[in-house]
Structures are given as structure tokens and as C-alpha cells.
């Protein structure tokens, strides 16, 4: 009896890997090989089409945002059991060997595979020009920010705080919008902020944070953003909120900042979309935007290598040309730009649940969510979020926050002697 397409791929894989396949697959045809629990549904031939041509990573996701793969089951089990296999080393020993691709070609003609390469999903991010320059900049931060301020409404809370939030309380009642308004109040006790104060936000996302300093904390306050709509959204608050005589908001490059120094600075989950040969520049900047004893808090995700983006899908679909570091790198370039390191706050067990509310929130609004960004949109997010999670969960990223000074002259910080914040 000829074998099922579902038993010759599995049979293929599991002999390049060296081991059993940790997902079931489900060819077109019905067939369902492999262990209990989730399984990859190839719904067509072009699905594997998409890992002929892009073995790994972004060709399953190009597949699975395409809508030619799917996952039959718990996504977030999946994950794990592939990151699991990652873990062990299994992953990293498969080398294709000339062998090995001659039987790929073979295997993909036997069951009808073979063809042009498809055309990547149009959610994409097709870059151009020189890294990290201006323009270049822009467009990458409009690729993400700028998809839909009525997506973003639908996914976050109502403070639009897109960042990890501070969770205070496992009670059942306790929520997204209270561990994002807890994380919002720390930030503005780590500055000292009080009324009659001057804020500068870098990377100002949707205003949460200009909104609850200055409502909360009698700040006047400068917000900077790269994203057009994010712009145009914070103008709209600062209005409903009778904020607009105290805060301005402006599409600005952290780079064209020319205003008189600050009382304090933040930038929260900016400096990833910086690049780490600008990094130092945008520290300088930073530096040079607060008064002498003014506060700088800095909230930044972390790897433990310098890399650029996430893997393949992240760079491709979500934040093209971010780069992430080690804190210690982070805390270097700080340093070296003036400022005294006053406090380092790790916070990676916080994302976990953040990211996660955000994606029960997705999937509670899924057909609402296709129909403000499209089908392969909305995949694209339920992949995000799901990879996301389980990166902070399982200690592959973190996130910190990082108070710094610039202290005066004569070495006065103007902090007081014990901590003042939760």
C-alpha cells in the first residue's frame, strides 16, 4: 500500500531531526501523522511550497499567514513543543546535506509540490534605503504603528499603553487596564514628577503616558513619535482630555530635538527601533535633554545577544531593522552617555500576562479584528502574540526599566536616600 503524503513528510523530517516530530501533521488529503495534541494542517500543496523555498521560520509563516497552514488545536502548546525541541539542541544540528536536499526535490515532485515560488503575503515589510536612516526609519515604524488606531483601540485598554504593563495583584478582578495604569504611576514616581514639571516622552506610542503625567501628576509635557497616526490619536485625547494647553504632541525623529532641557525624560519600548550603532547617539540625546538632577527612565526589551529583530517573522512582519541586547549592553551605552545608573527593575514575568491579555482580547474580537486589518493580519498578530508570550515566559527575552540621572556639577543626583515608588 503507498504511503500518505502526511506519512512520507513525516517520515522525512523525523529523519533529518533524529527524533520523533513534536507535532502531529495533517496533509490535504485528510491523512493525520504524528503524536496527540496540536498538529500542522497543511490545507494545500503551496503550504509546503512556502518551506521549499524558505525553509524554517518565515516560510511557516508565510504559510500560516497565507491561510495555507494552519494549527489544529492549542497554538501556545505547539509553540512550546517546537521551542522545547529548539531547547534540547535538535534543531540546531539539522544541516541539509546535498543528499538531503536531493531527497527534499524528490519528496516535493512525488507529491506535486514542485512549482514557482509564491509571492510573499503583501503584510510583509519591504524596506528600502540606507539603516536607520530618516526616511528609512520611518517607514518601519509606520509598517507597525501605523496599521490601525481602531485595531490598537480594540486590542489595548483604554490608556493604549502598548508595553508591559506592572501587575500588582493576582486577584481575579485585577486587569490589563489597572497592571497598565500601576505601571503608568511607578514611571511617574520613578521621576519625581509633581506639578509645574516639564516631561519629555521619546517614542510617545498612543499617549498614555503624557496623559496620566499630566492628569495625574500636574505636568506639562512634550510627546515625540515617528507614526502618523499615532500623532493624530494623542492630538484627539489631549483634546477630550482639556489637555492641550499643557501638552504638545509632534511626529518627530528623536534626532531633531532642539527644545531646552527637560525636568525628566522617558522612553518606554523605544530604543528597540533605534539600531545599535545609533544607540549611543540616542543616549547622548537623551543626556543632553534633561537638566542637571533630572531623571531619565528608560522601560527596554532585552536578548542575550545583540541581534537584530526577533527571528525572521518578527523582522519581517512586525518591527523591521529593531534590535534588541543584553541589559548589560543597554546599561554600558547609558553610562558612557553621562548619566549615573540609579536603579535597574526587571519586569519579564509582567509581559507574559500583558501579551497574553492582549491576546484573549484578539481572539474574543477575532472577526472583528479581520475585518479593521484583514484575515492574514489578523494571523499575523495571533502569531505574535502567541511567540511573544513564550518568550518572556520562558526567558528567551526581558524587559527592564532603567532609572538613570544626570547629576549635577558637584555629583548632586537629586535623589532621595531610599525609594520612593512601589
Known amino acids: 500500500m503507498p504511503k500518505s503524503s ?9 529523519r533529518l531531526l533524529g527524533t520523533r516530530l513534536p507535532l502531529a501533521v495533517r ?24 518551506l521549499l523555498y524558505s525553509p524554517g521560520e518565515l516560510g511557516l509563516a508565510r504559510a500560516y499567514v497565507s491561510g495555507d497552514l494552519d494549527v489544529e488545536g492549542d497554538l ?3 509553540f512550546r513543543r517546537i521551542w522545547a525541541l529548539t531547547r534540547s539542541g535538535e534543531l540546531g544540528r539539522v544541516k541539509l546535506a546535498p543528499r538531503d536536499w536531493a531527497e527534499a526535490v524528490s519528496l516535493a515532485a512525488r507529491l506535486g509540490v514542485a512549482g514557482l515560488p509564491p509571492k510573499p503575503p503583501a503584510e510583509e515589510a519591504r524596506l528600502t534605503g540606507v539603516l536607520h536612516s530618516l526616511r528609512r526609519d520611518r517607514s518601519a515604524i509606520s509598517h507597525h504603528y501605523d496599521l490601525s488606531n481602531a ?30 495604569h500601576d505601571k503608568l504611576e511607578m514611571i511617574c514616581q520613578k521621576l519625581g514628577l509633581r506639578p509645574g514639571m516639564r516631561l519629555l516622552d521619546v517614542g510617545c506610542g498612543w499617549g498614555s503616558l503624557l496623559v496620566h503625567a499630566a492628569k495625574h501628576h500636574g505636568v506639562t509635557a512634550v510627546g515625540v513619535s515617528l507614526s502618523a497616526e499615532q500623532v493624530q490619536h494623542v492630538k484627539a485625547r489631549l483634546a477630550q482630555h482639556d489637555l492641550t494647553d499643557r501638552v504638545e504632541v509632534r511626529q518627530q525623529d528623536y534626532r531633531e530635538l532642539a527644545d ?30 534633561l537638566k542637571p538632577t533630572g531623571r531619565l527612565l528608560l522601560q527596554q526589551m532585552s536578548r542575550g545577544a545583540v541581534a537584530p ?8 512582519y512586525i518591527a523591521p531593522d529593531m534590535t534588541m541586547r543584553p541589559l548589560s549592553r543597554t546599561l554600558g551605552h547609558v553610562e558612557k552617555a553621562g548619566f549615573e545608573i540609579r536603579d535597574v527593575h ?28 484583514g484575515e492574514a493580519g489578523a494571523r499575523v498578530w495571533r502569531l505574535y502574540l502567541v511567540g511573544g508570550a513564550l518568550a518572556f515566559e520562558e526567558n528567551r527575552m526581558g524587559v527592564d526599566q532603567i532609572l538613570a540621572v544626570r547629576s549635577s556639577a558637584d555629583g548632586d543626583s537629586g535623589l532621595p536616600a531610599t525609594r520612593e515608588w512601589l
Do not use: C
Not at 28 to 50: F, H, I, T, Y
Not at 309 to 316: D, K, S, V
Open 6 to 14: 502526511a506519512t512520507r513528510l513525516a517520515t522525512f523530517v523525523e
Open 346 to 373: 526587571a519586569m519579564r514575568e509582567h509581559y507574559a500576562p500583558t501579551v497574553r491579555a492582549w491576546l484573549d482580547t484578539l481572539e474574543e474580537n477575532w472577526d472583528q479584528a479581520v475585518a479593521l486589518i
Open 260 to 289: 531646552e532641557p527637560f525636568d525628566a525624560v522617558a522612553s518606554i519600548e523605544m530604543g528597540e527601533h533605534v539600531g545599535e550603532a545609533n544607540y549611543p547617539e540616542y543616549t547622548r540625546i537623551l543626556f543632553r535633554m
Open 309 to 316: 529583530g526577533g527571528g525572521a517573522f518578527i523582522e519581517r
Open 151 to 180: 485595531f490598537y483601540q480594540l486590542l489595548m485598554d483604554e490608556s493604549m499603553a502598548y508595553s508591559s504593563g506592572y501587575w500588582t495583584s493576582d486577584e481575579p478582578g485585577y486587569t490589563l487596564a489597572q497592571a497598565q
Open 27 to 50: 496533509t490535504w488529503d485528510g491523512e493525520r501523522v504524528g503524536p496527540d495534541g496540536p498538529a500542522v494542517v497543511l490545507k494545500n500543496r503551496r503550504a509546503l511550497r512556502w
Open 76 to 78: 501556545t502548546e505547539g
